[in-house]
């Protein structure tokens, strides 16, 4: 049962929405709530759990449901690379360094596994495990890729949008003009999203004299959580009308038999 949404330039809309609001959602609580890292890390850890759980047991495709997915990993994801880089004092680079490695060794397990790395052939749970794990990592590495962009690389957070806008051009030229594997550039752009999130989302809500447009973390969440509920919404209505049509062709077809029947047991159909 396919349970990934529709892979269209919508997706990497609230894709891109999702991740940076993660961004702000995690420095929310961390931060501006003064919780930490560490326990903010342990608390949108057990959310993911929560959220992939209901994942797991469900057996179509829900996109409230799949976005929460997305958005606990990028919460968690944010929080967890900040501990790492920030409290444990490994630093953006050697934390890139380690996530990017634990992230490869992922796609290694997931290859000798001998499923595919499409999304769309995701059809048994330990695939989707993999899946859910791969998006787990790739968002944490992307936050540290982010930040390390924005602040050692000196490239401030406008700098690194503006890089990680180019590559993921590239990649998007690539996709049309080029044979490169399709299944490859996803996954290339999908964690290059968690980046652009990772930096804008500083854009957004880091003060005017730090480089950023100064809406904070709260406003910068909320306008965020606004646009991917919109999308959702916007996105679902063609599912919920084929649905709606499914079932009014199948209760016309049911009606037109029962009619049929009626007609030939009372012979109103003879002349």
């Known amino acids: 049962m396919k349970k990934i949404p529709q892979i269209t330039i919508a997706f990497w809309i609230m894709k891109i929405c999702a991740t940076t609001l993660g961004e702000t959602g995690g420095d929310l609580l961390s931060m501006t709530m003064h919780v930490g890292y560490a326990i903010s890390s342990l608390?949108?850890?057990?959310?993911?759990?929560?959220?992939?759980?209901?994942?797991?047991?469900?057996k179509k495709y829900h996109p409230f449901l799949y976005w929460s997915v997305i958005l606990s990993t990028s919460i968690a994801g944010t929080t967890m690379s900040d501990y790492m880089d920030r409290t444990l004092g490994l630093g953006y680079a050697k934390g890139s360094l380690l996530l990017c490695t634990l992230l490869l060794a992922i796609f290694v397990i997931w290859r000798f596994s001998k499923a595919s790395f499409s999304v769309n052939k995701i059809t048994t749970v330990k695939v989707e495990i993999l899946f859910w794990t791969a998006i787990l990592?790739?968002?944490?590495?992307?936050?540290?890729l982010g930040d390390f962009l924005a602040d050692d690389s000196h490239l401030g957070f406008g700098g690194?949008?503006?890089?990680?806008?180019?590559?993921?051009?590239l990649i998007v030229c690539a996709a049309f003009f080029t044979r490169i594997s399709k299944t490859l550039l996803f996954w290339m752009a999908f964690v290059l999203t968690r980046p652009f999130g990772a930096t804008m989302g500083d854009l957004l809500t880091k003060s005017h004299a730090q480089g950023g447009l100064g809406f904070g973390t709260i406003g910068s969440s909320l306008i965020l959580a606004a646009i991917l509920f919109v999308f959702i919404l916007i996105t679902s209505r063609p599912e919920i009308s084929h649905e709606s049509g499914v079932q009014a062709g199948l209760l016309k077809q049911n009606w037109r038999m029962l009619t049929r029947r009626f007609r030939l047991t009372t012979g109103f159909n003879k002349k």
Do not use: E, K, M, P
């Open 160 to 169: 690194g949008v503006l890089l990680i806008t180019g590559l993921l051009a």
């Open 137 to 144: 990592f790739s968002n944490t590495l992307g936050t540290a």
């Open 43 to 58: 608390l949108f850890i057990g959310l993911f759990v929560i959220t992939l759980t209901t994942q797991l047991i469900s």
